[in-house]
């Protein structure tokens, strides 16, 4: 079920007087109708994967008990057959065929000829969300952070709310279980900040972003016949495509959880205010990315035992991630341009040097410096997007190099109007209200009188409505 | 929790009275619309020819200078429509209806359409959410014209949009551009047209219900004009007759000041000379009627428009 969709429009109403007036009495009553309800969301999609869910949800609730266990290495042991299970989970559903293709090739190479047996199955949706959530789990009662579950419910809730179950954000064991345990009560500003984020991010997805992308896949698939200054736009206009997408449906998800009483962690910040890589990767997909430096980078040494390894354990929580996103090489090499941006910052110890603060913190606007290097780095995060849009890495350099030689070949075309100028209509108001809201981005709550403020979101509500229907997915979903 | 269920419930009613709004601003003021609601009530109508088409049927027919002068017809051509769409309107007329003599099929090759696309195209959302609901449908009347948001914003700020009027089916406009396009080489290719799985449906449906049908090609801008036809000759497509007006010749007639509202979209003065001049012969020649022009009826014509 979609979040853009009529579905989810009855759906949540449903639950929602369901939650709050019929299963109140009792919080296991609750958490099992939140469960049945997340079931539901799934099913809609494909009840065929609910099955894999189950699986994957009791294995891991199993996995607890065991990992817990005071005998240290019957509990690695078990930690170690846990990751196998899981990653085993996600390498046959998602990784399964690049890796039989890669082999295939290799062998190749060497003069042999083989046929691989190619799986032709659908990625189940959610998958590389709710492994990791259940992985998550296991480490974290591995390393004493966490106490195994005994009641079922609880622990499925953790892993299946429905607002999270198919695209995050990634939570931890260690904050949203005890939210799921412990009684929830109505509170009213808790739900209407939750209605101010479904209605924000709703507009993100449905008016920005789906809008954006048709004018990116008219010039990302015709990009043979494109100048270089329309395909420029181009990769700009997929920038806030995902961003809206992706940004759009967390917030949706962050204010869904806040109706029910729940707080989910914050998955974006207003990345594209970031002055360097590195904070860029603080305010993007904060979820996964701190699942990483805290199961990855942190065990692997993290920065902590001298530059070579910390410049190894970069590249490698870059280049996971980038296979995180998809079996392709072309996401392999979305990670490593990553970690080359991350690079020269790691190495002159400026890593860390916007880590608490936000662009002009204490003013209206930023200044010229901060202005170069937030243009900057959305300038080398636009070029890797475009490794992460291409459908492989023959399609990304032909982009790059159409670019190159049609400005090469034809230099005045800077100084024309590029095509697809429109996206810029629906960059706009992304860009002013992420502008205005950028300290805070729960607090939705535009700094003007009362009337201004119905006015504000009466009218985007009317954009919604107007472009609402065209059942885009997220594309998130695909991961 | 009462504060904030009457609070969300203020904003669906909300939600719900702009779209009826919508809806009822639409109904009075879109010409798209209005057609559409006063050719649903025909019941009962015997025309000579019915005119069916996109936007260039919808502005280029002049359904009321035909009917001036004997032919009874009306212009069922919706902007945007695609074949599949004016099938859907012929077979809902003739369910409450007699048998036209004629059905005037508008094609426009001058925009690039050779109606190649898939067997199954969508009906337009105006002759769609007009005929019957289903829940998979189910969107906000908002989304579903969005487009309409645009023109009746042209209706609020442009003079000429206001006062366009819909007459006997046909959008009359006085809005005029010119067409600076110049004359460039090409050719009419019937054997695409052939190829049209739409086209050839409308065709057989027309054929089994005994109802006459032809092709008209409308005329477009100067650059879109073929060199390698003349209208002399006679075309065929699916055995009906097939009238190529994009031509030089035809296209002579009309004044690049003043008779064009669109990129190859004729104006009501556009209109009004291609009717007189091509179009009335051509129908009536397959109407079977005989030509009833008086000087009275073309002045009575000019004095209206």
């Known amino acids: ?479 | 929790m009462s504060r904030f269920l009457s609070k969300i419930i203020i904003y669906l009613i909300t939600a719900l009275s702009i779209n009826i709004a919508f809806i009822f601003i639409l109904s009075y003021f879109d010409h798209d619309m209005i057609k559409r609601i006063e050719s649903l009530k025909f019941t009962n109508k015997k025309y000579n020819a019915l005119v069916f088409g996109n936007s260039l049927a919808l502005d280029g027919i002049d359904t009321k200078y035909l009917n001036e002068n004997g032919i009874s017809s009306y212009n069922f051509a919706i902007s945007g429509a695609n074949i599949a769409t004016n099938l859907v309107q012929l077979k809902e007329y003739l369910k409450n209806n007699e048998k036209p003599d004629l059905v005037v099929l508008c094609l426009s090759t001058c925009l690039g359409s050779y109606y190649e696309g898939p067997e199954i195209e969508e009906i337009h959302p105006i002759v769609k959410y007009t005929r019957s609901f289903e829940v998979k449908d189910l969107n906000f009347p908002l989304s579903i014209f969005r487009w309409k948001i645009l023109e009746l914003g042209k209706i609020l700020f442009s003079k000429n949009h206001r006062n366009a009027k819909v007459v006997e089916g046909q959008y009359k406009s006085e809005k005029k551009i010119i067409d600076i396009s110049s004359f460039k080489r090409n050719s009419f290719n019937i054997e695409l047209l052939e190829k049209s799985q739409s086209l050839r449906s409308f065709s057989n449906y027309c054929q089994k219900k005994e109802i006459k049908i032809i092709f008209i090609d409308m005329p477009g801008f100067k650059s879109t004009r073929y060199d390698n036809i003349s209208n002399d000759e006679e075309h065929k497509l699916f055995g009906n007759h097939l009238y190529p007006c994009n031509t030089i010749k035809i296209g002579n007639v009309f004044d690049s000041q003043n008779d064009w509202i669109a990129n190859s979209h004729l104006n009501k003065y556009g209109a009004y000379k291609f009717s007189k001049i091509t179009l009335f012969k051509i129908v009536s020649m397959n109407c079977s009627k005989e030509p009833k022009i008086t000087t009275k009826s073309i002045q009575t014509h000019q004095g209206s428009n």
Not at chain 1, 26 to 41: C, D, I, P
Not at chain 1, 262 to 284: C, G, M
Not at chain 1, 286 to 299: E, K, N, T, V
Not at chain 1, 357 to 383: G, I
């Open chain 1, 1 to 479: 079920m979609l979040f853009n969709s009529f579905e989810f429009l009855l759906f949540l109403p449903i639950v929602f007087i369901l939650y709050w007036f019929v299963f109140n009495k009792k919080l296991s009553w609750q958490n099992g109708l939140v469960l049945v309800a997340s079931y539901f969301f799934y099913g809609w999609w494909s009840w065929k994967f609910m099955g894999l869910l189950m699986l994957s949800t009791a294995m891991d609730y199993a996995y607890g008990f065991w990992v817990a266990s005071p005998n240290r290495k019957k509990a690695k042991l078990f930690l170690w057959l846990s990751i196998i299970n899981n990653l085993g989970i996600l390498g046959i559903f998602k990784y399964y065929n690049f890796f039989a293709v890669q082999f295939q090739k290799g062998f190749e190479l060497l003069g042999l000829h083989t046929n691989p047996v190619l799986l032709q199955v659908a990625l189940p949706i959610g998958i590389s969300f709710y492994t990791f959530h259940g992985m998550s789990y296991v480490f974290d009662i591995y390393r004493g952070n966490q106490k195994p579950v005994r009641n079922f419910v609880d622990y499925a809730v953790f892993v299946s709310f429905f607002p999270l179950l198919v695209a995050g954000p990634i939570e931890r064991a260690s904050h949203l279980l005890p939210q799921v345990q412990k009684p929830r009560s109505f509170k009213y500003a808790q739900a209407v900040e939750g209605c101010r984020l479904i209605l924000w991010g709703m507009f993100k997805k449905v008016v920005i972003a789906d809008s954006l992308a048709g004018i990116v896949d008219s010039i990302f698939s015709n990009y043979h016949d494109q100048n270089g200054v329309t395909l420029i736009v181009g990769a700009i206009a997929f920038s806030f495509q995902i961003y809206g997408d992706f940004s759009g449906y967390s917030d949706i998800a962050l204010g869904t959880a806040k109706l029910f009483g729940f707080e989910l962690l914050s998955n974006f910040k207003f990345p594209y205010f970031s002055r360097d890589v590195a904070e860029f990767w603080r305010r993007w997909h904060i979820s996964l990315s701190s699942w990483f430096r805290d199961y990855l980078y942190i065990p692997l040494g993290g920065s902590k035992n001298g530059k070579y390894k910390a410049i190894r354990n970069t590249f490698i929580i870059f280049l996971v991630s980038g296979f995180w996103h998809g079996a392709s090489w072309n996401f392999i090499a979305w990670g490593f341009i990553h970690a080359c941006g991350f690079l020269p910052l790691l190495l002159l110890n400026r890593n860390r040097k916007h880590v608490t603060d936000v662009v002009a913190q204490d003013r209206k606007l930023p200044n010229l410096k901060e202005l170069w290097q937030m243009s900057t780095t959305f300038a080398f995060v636009t070029f890797a997007w475009i490794f992460f849009r291409a459908d492989g890495m023959h399609f990304a350099l032909g982009y790059i190099k159409q670019i190159g030689v049609s400005i090469f070949e034809h230099p005045g075309q800077i100084l024309m109007l590029p095509g697809s100028t429109t996206s810029f209509i629906y960059i706009a108001p992304l860009l002013l209200g992420d502008w205005y809201l950028r300290r805070d981005e729960r607090n939705l709550i535009f700094p003007i009188n009362k009337q201004l403020r119905l006015l504000f979101y009466f009218t985007i509500l009317v954009c919604i409505m107007a472009f609402f229907g065209a059942k885009n997915s997220f594309i998130y979903f695909q991961f």
